[in-house]
């Protein structure tokens, strides 16, 4: 009898004392360092990930504590973003913060219209101090899943023309996947069912008017040009001429330039307008709301051409010969000056 009592006494003492460890390993601070480390938790990071990642960083001691007492402490889930971590958290209350969630700060962005996919990632990237080619791959995840408009991946950007302008507020640790997410969204919002209807009738494809209003979006900025310019580049496609439409080189070329150069007008790509007729293969911009109405609801005119002096003022004219006259005097003056 004396013997069972000996046993039951001795695996109580050492149930203590693993109660004990167990509170010290949980309960101890990790260190006396009072400096914070800025920790990101990504959507689908694993416990075994982040164990290592909190290890590397030397914010534990060991990741197999921090698993075990992860599953000890009942689990759960580990809220995506990025922590700012005493290092001389405690497990425990490391755990805590992992299941509540970081605190998070608001920012506002401003994406502005007939900004490229190129553009919005070097912006986001300074807004946030994050990298232009995290979004840039973001961008080229499969979309078309969660968002069936979309049309089929086009190489480069695929979602060129579908990250609609807008001022967003997001939180500063977003992912770049949430933030994709927001603007399709709002592209999905805005561009309506009967907009969509209105393109169908007009048999034309969603994705065809978002090319035409990322081309317009590029060559003028009024309301009333806009729709004149639609009416043109419908006009020239219907009679078989070229577009030629200078962003287009542009985006090609990646210059800026108001009027495209004679060496650029011979570089072969689908996206020049010169040397091709017809739309581009895809968007060369993201494109505003006015821009896609303008797309769907040409205002008519008897004009076939058109250029943007530098002031932004855009001039039509009826003829190649009046418009040569008004290159010359609206472009190349100005750059004589």
Same mark, same amino acid.
């Given at each position: ?18 109660? %004990? ?20 938790? *990504? ?39 990025? +922590? ?10 490391? +755990? ?26 070097? +912006? ?65 919002? *805005? ?35 806009? %729709? ?8 020239? /496609?219907? /009679? ?15 210059? *800026? ?24 293969? %895809? ?21 076939? +051409? ?17 418009? *040569? ?13």
């Amino acid at each position: 009898m004396s013997a069972i009592i000996r046993l039951f006494a001795g695996v109580g003492i050492l149930a203590i004392a693993c109660v %004990g460890i167990l509170s010290y390993v949980l309960f101890t601070p990790h260190s006396t360092d009072m400096n914070t480390f800025r920790f990101t938790v *990504k959507q689908g990071d694993t416990i075994f990930y982040i164990a290592d990642g909190l290890a590397d960083a030397g914010l534990i001691s060991s990741d197999l504590f921090f698993r075990l007492g992860w599953r000890v402490e009942g689990g759960g889930i580990i809220q995506e973003g990025t +922590y700012t971590i005493p290092k001389s958290v405690s497990l425990h209350t490391l +755990y805590r913060m992992f299941r509540s969630g970081p605190d998070r700060t608001e920012i506002s962005i401003r994406i502005i219209e007939g900004w490229t996919t190129q553009q919005i990632a070097e +912006y986001l990237a300074e807004t946030r101090r994050t990298h232009d080619d995290d979004f840039l791959q973001a961008v080229k995840n499969d979309w078309k899943r969660e968002y069936p408009f979309l049309p089929g991946l086009l190489a480069g950007n695929p979602l060129e023309g579908y990250l609609f302008p807008d001022t967003y507020r997001i939180f500063e640790d977003s992912s770049n996947e949430a933030i994709i997410r927001k603007m399709l969204d709002n592209f999905s919002a *805005k561009v309506t069912g009967d907009m969509r209807l209105e393109a169908k009738t007009q048999e034309l494809s969603l994705h065809e008017i978002v090319i035409l209003a990322s081309i317009i979006e590029r060559e003028v900025t009024g309301k009333q040009e806009r %729709g004149m310019v639609s009416d043109i580049f419908r006009r020239r /496609i219907s /009679i078989g001429m070229p577009l030629q439409a200078d962003s287009t080189i542009n985006y090609v070329s990646g210059k *800026k330039d108001a009027q495209a150069r004679y060496a650029d007008l011979e570089i072969d790509s689908p996206y020049n307008t010169y040397k091709y007729r017809g739309l581009p293969p %895809g968007p060369i911009a993201n494109p505003g709301l006015e821009s896609l109405n303008a797309a769907l609801h040409p205002i008519p005119n008897r004009y076939l +051409y058109f250029l943007t002096s530098p002031d932004g003022k855009a001039h039509f004219s009826k003829t190649f010969d009046e418009h *040569k006259e008004k290159k010359f005097k609206y472009l190349q003056q100005t750059r004589t000056r």
